[in-house]
């Protein structure tokens, strides 16, 4: 059975300060692993690291793939309270459908 | 923002009864899918479509049936709703399967409540 898991499950951080999300996977036949930040309402998707993408970096947050630890990180510089979300990490296994195994999520308080 | 509208948004009803959520999208994207969100379990998948009337299971879909008679809709239903299945469900659609395709992208989500 395909299996994401992610820590911490919780975090609170002060405005400034770095954070360093984890997501580890078990699937059969890794195709994608993907990110997303779910504020109220719905999930936006952040980035996407495959076999030949793995590291990417948009503004203050950047993301790693590592196939030999099948595991990712995604680290977030200098918070700010905007960053409070939940961050949810999803593995595509490869086959039919397109799908998303997704990991219950890090939710992340950034106090002022 | 991807084109992707539920509706209800919220919902309460009782136990018993038959209960209807609509995905409607302008991208005419191929898939769709449903999924529920519930504390400590994330999104997990209901059920999805690759095409007009081409639907399948996903992990959690006992208690739960779809339809999908137009590319733009997709249609989830509980024919019996039970207070288990109180929970925020998501509308997601995507483009194309292949190695370079486009992320899902979710609906605002409705949030329903059986008594």
């Known amino acids: 059975e395909d299996k994401v898991v992610q820590s911490p499950l919780s975090l609170v951080v002060h405005e400034g300060d770095t954070v360093t999300l984890n997501c580890s996977y078990e699937v059969t036949n890794f195709r994608s692993l993907l990110w997303y930040k779910q504020e109220k309402k719905a999930p936006t998707f952040l980035f996407m690291l495959?076999?030949?993408?793995i590291e990417k970096k948009s503004g203050r947050l950047s993301s790693i793939l590592d196939k030999k630890e099948l595991s990712s990180i995604l680290n977030i510089t200098a918070t700010q309270t905007g960053d409070s979300a939940i961050y949810l990490c999803?593995?595509?296994?490869?086959?039919?459908?397109?799908?998303?195994?997704f990991g219950a999520g890090t939710i992340l308080r950034v106090k002022s | 923002d991807a084109g992707i509208t539920q509706s209800p948004r919220h919902k309460v009803t009782e136990t018993g009864t038959p209960v209807t959520l609509r995905c409607h999208q302008t991208e005419n994207h191929r898939y769709m899918y449903w999924y529920r969100q519930d504390p400590g379990h994330g999104l997990r998948l209901i059920h999805y479509?690759?095409?007009?009337?081409?639907?399948d299971k996903g992990e959690v879909s006992d208690g739960y049936s779809v339809s999908r008679s137009k590319t733009e809709d997709f249609l989830l239903t509980l024919e019996s709703a039970t207070s288990s299945q109180t929970s925020v469900y998501f509308c997601?659609?995507?483009?194309?399967?292949?190695?370079?395709?486009?992320?899902?992208?979710f609906g605002d989500g409705t949030r329903l409540s059986i008594l």
């Open positions: 997601a659609i995507s483009e194309r399967e292949t190695e370079s395709n486009q992320p899902q992208h």
């Open positions: 999803a593995v595509r296994p490869m086959e039919y459908g397109n799908k998303l195994v």
């Open positions: 479509s690759y095409g007009v009337k081409d639907t």
């Open positions: 495959t076999s030949s993408g």
